[in-house]
């Protein structure tokens, strides 16, 4: 089955605990949770999932620090067995102290060194303007293959999903890839917006896909793929348990699908780990159903430019 690959893996989630505990410590002492406090539950919801990186940011404020985290994400993958790696962030949120969107990007392709491709994440909110700024980095720096879409929509936005059309079909002119957090336990109208308007070649969890066959359909047809995070949809009460997990239907659909961590040190996993839960968890699957998802997943990959 090894090498894996793994598409979906947050910077600002996936911190060494000691590393999360030196940075804090070299900042000044900042205070921080115990870490079954910290980490996801099962049954939380995604808001109080995404509450938790304000946590991981505080001490994410520094070039060097996210210079470092990536590096040593590029090296645990490694040991892990993985060979095809992502690694997606939200650069916005790591200039408190005045670092541009410029340097954070550069930080951290500095600190993955060739070893994974980085997509760069808006979030659900915020204006346009931050995706362009963000297609703009992306397009200046080699090492960036992709841009996101993350968190959710709030209820309360002045902006729709829409609205970041124009940025994404800039990011396609651009040559870079496009995945989107769509359908993560909402309708699957999200994931046909996603597809339709924004261009996503991925959509990320997409948890609510066959509640619609028309949105399986265009899946199909445009050949995306799914970036399936087991472990943390149990975590944000999207489904109960890995067993849950829609992945067997969506293989037997003939869906494309890649299996993925999110969030290496909130949800305790890892990507050997999370390929194992599958497995063992899953009905139906077997070794040859997820080889075929790590086959998949090394096709999907963003490619480097």
């Known amino acids: 089955m090894q090498p894996f690959a793994d598409l979906h893996r947050h910077l600002d989630g996936s911190l060494r605990e000691t590393t999360l505990r030196a940075l804090a410590e070299a900042d000044g002492g900042v205070a921080l949770p115990g870490i079954d406090e ?31 985290v990536a590096d040593e ?5 490694a040991a892990d067995g993985v060979s095809t790696l992502e ?9 408190r102290r ?27 909110g915020e204006p346009p303007a931050v995706l362009d700024a963000l297609v703009d ?18 209820g309360t936005d002045d902006v729709t999903l829409t ?24 309708p699957p109208a999200e994931i046909r917006t996603a597809i339709e308007e924004l261009g ?3 959509i990320g969890h997409g948890t609510s896909l066959l509640d619609d066959s028309s949105v399986l359909d265009l ?4 050949g995306v793929t799914l970036e399936a995070c087991p472990t943390s949809n149990v975590h944000t009460g999207i489904i109960a348990t890995v067993g849950d997990h829609p992945i067997r239907e969506w293989l037997r659909r003939g869906v494309q699908v890649t299996i993925c961590t999110d969030n290496t040190l909130l949800s305790a996993v890892t990507a050997s780990e999370e390929h194992r839960r599958v497995i063992d968890e899953v009905a139906g699957m077997t070794d040859a159903l997820l080889a075929e998802t790590v086959r998949v997943g090394h096709a999907a990959a963003f490619p480097r430019r």
Do not use: K, W
């Open 87 to 95: 690694i997606r962030f939200a650069p916005q949120l790591h200039g």
């Open 219 to 222: 899946v199909l047809e445009r």
């Open 98 to 124: 005045g670092a541009s969107i410029e340097d954070v990007v550069a930080a951290a392709v500095d600190g993955a060194a060739g070893r994974a491709g980085i997509i760069l994440c808006g979030l659900y």
């Open 73 to 77: 994400i590029c090296a645990d993958a």
């Open 200 to 202: 996503a070649q991925r």
């Open 38 to 68: 910290l980490r996801f539950r099962a049954g939380m919801t995604l808001d109080e999932a995404l509450a938790r990186f304000e946590v991981t940011l505080s001490v994410l404020q520094d070039l060097d620090a996210v210079r470092r």
């Open 137 to 154: 980095a992306g397009a200046r720096n080699a090492g960036v293959v992709g841009i996101d879409l993350a968190g959710g929509p709030s």
């Open 163 to 186: 609205d970041y059309a124009p940025s994404f079909r800039r990011a396609a002119e651009l040559g870079l890839g496009r995945t989107v957090h769509a359908g993560e336990g909402r």
